[in-house]
Each structure stands twice: as C-alpha cells, then as structure tokens.
C-alpha cells in the first residue's frame, strides 16, 4: 500500500505543465486527475469520480493505477489527510493499488481554482489528439512571483495575461517585442549577478517575473539556480533540488553551474 500525502496547488500546477516535446498530459502512464465536481466546470483534464450502490469508488477502466506516476485527488476543500470526504474516501480505495502515493489536492478545488482560473474547464474527456494540443504554461517557481519557461511561452500573450507576467528575463537567441532585459548566451556567465540583482529588485516591487530561454530546459534553469544562490542563499544542491522538483527535464549546461560553485 503506497499511502496517501497531502498536494500543494503549485505542485499540482506545475505536474500538469510538464512536458518534453508534448504534454506531459498526453501520456498515459504519467498523470491521473479525478475528483467529485460539485459544477459544470472543473479542472482540466479532470476525470468525474463516481461511486457504485455500496459507496465503494469505481476507477474509470482506461486508467492503469498501477503504473500511474501521479494520481491526485480532489474534492471541494479538504486540507489535511483526517479530514473526511470524498477525496479521502477516493484516496483510500485507490491506494490499495497504486505503487506511488496517493495525493490529495490540499483546499481542494476551491483554493485551486482561486489561484489558477485559467486551467478550469467545462470540457469533461479528452482524447490523445486534444491532450497534446494543450498549451503549457511556464512552470512556478516561487508561487506567484517566479516562473520559469521557454520563447514559445513568453511570447503567448494570452499566457502572460492568464499568469499576470509583467516582467521577462530572455536568456533565449531570440528576443521577444515584451522581453524586458535580454542576455545573450555569449554573455551569460558575465552578466549573473547582473540578471539576479534585476530579478530581485522586481520581485522585492511585488511584480510577476517569466525567466526564459529557447527551450526552456538549461539557460533559463541555470539563471534560476543562479538567483536562488545569490538572493536566497541556497547551495547549489539545494537551489537544483527545489528547481528539479518545478521542471523534471531541466538540464543546465554544466559549464554555467561550474561557474556559481
């Protein structure tokens, strides 16, 4: 029995915007979203738990629990593991079968879709095609304040509004018409503390800051590693730590991490 944990919203945010060349969203073996939907519209890609005669929760017949890496669970408002209702119920049954924890949305769809109305939909099932068409959203970093992203992102207008980002960091070849500061890549070793003391001074003004590059996979992580040592005076290994647990297939080139030890 592998248990059940609590899920921080951001955690769930930043589960659902993984992905490589697609969606993370759009394998089957990655990602199990279900929950009791209390209105028309529910968070995407959400599947409706339902309960047979004897209350027992009944798990869709196309979801594997035992080879889902993450299945989280939801209700309206649950915050912590001893409290009753039906994620619970629904977390209990499915763990039995699970080989990863069983995790619990804490607050539940309430607090979730407080902090990200833009991922609610009234859109019930989605098939393969659908599911690769969905766009990513740059990953949350520090909530609400830092995220972390590629050029395809930073230049989607409507994923700036959705996330209220008034501020873009480019360490991409390209650079955007909204790109606030831009770093080349033959600069970037030269221009770190330059970059974090521009980082921290905008977060310090409460301002939403978008750091980016190409990819999204090694400049734009080693500038975050860089800000997290430099400002908030992690190690390296804790500054990697927390910026793996945000985005999976991060890959900063080895030669920029050389240069903050």
Not at 95 to 105: A, D, G, K, M, R
Not at 191 to 210: A, Q
Not at 232 to 243: D, G, Q, R
């Amino acid at each position: 029995m592998a248990g059940k944990v609590l899920c921080e919203e951001t955690k769930l945010y930043n589960v659902q915007n993984q992905y490589t060349f697609l969606p993370r969203l759009a394998e089957r073996h990655y990602f199990c979203l279900t929950g009791k939907h209390f209105y028309l519209i529910s968070i995407i890609t959400a599947i409706n738990a339902k309960w047979d005669s004897d209350g027992k929760f009944i798990m869709p017949l196309d979801v594997e629990v035992e080879s889902m890496r993450y299945i989280i669970v939801y209700d309206s408002s649950t915050y912590s593991l001893s409290d009753s209702g039906p994620a619970i119920d629904c977390a209990d049954s499915i763990e039995e079968s699970s080989q990863f924890p069983v995790q619990i949305l804490s607050g539940g769809d309430e607090k979730f879709s407080a902090l990200y109305p833009f991922l609610r939909t009234p859109v019930s099932l989605y098939n393969i095609r659908e599911l690769e068409s969905l766009n990513s959203y740059p990953v949350e970093i520090l909530p609400g304040k830092l995220y972390m992203g590629d050029y395809r992102q930073a230049t989607n207008l409507q994923i700036l509004k959705d996330l209220k980002l008034n501020v873009l960091v480019s360490v991409s070849d390209e650079c955007s018409n909204c790109t606030v500061l831009h770093i080349r890549k033959s600069d970037l070793i030269t221009s770190f503390e330059r970059m974090c003391v521009f980082i921290g001074s905008h977060l310090n003004n409460s301002s939403s800051v978008l750091i980016f590059s190409t990819l999204g996979v090694s400049r734009c992580c080693a500038v975050t590693i860089a800000y997290f040592m430099y400002h908030l005076k992690y190690t390296l290994k804790e500054a990697w730590n927390h910026i793996q647990q945000c985005k999976a297939n991060m890959r900063p080139n080895r030669g920029f991490v050389q240069q903050q030890q």
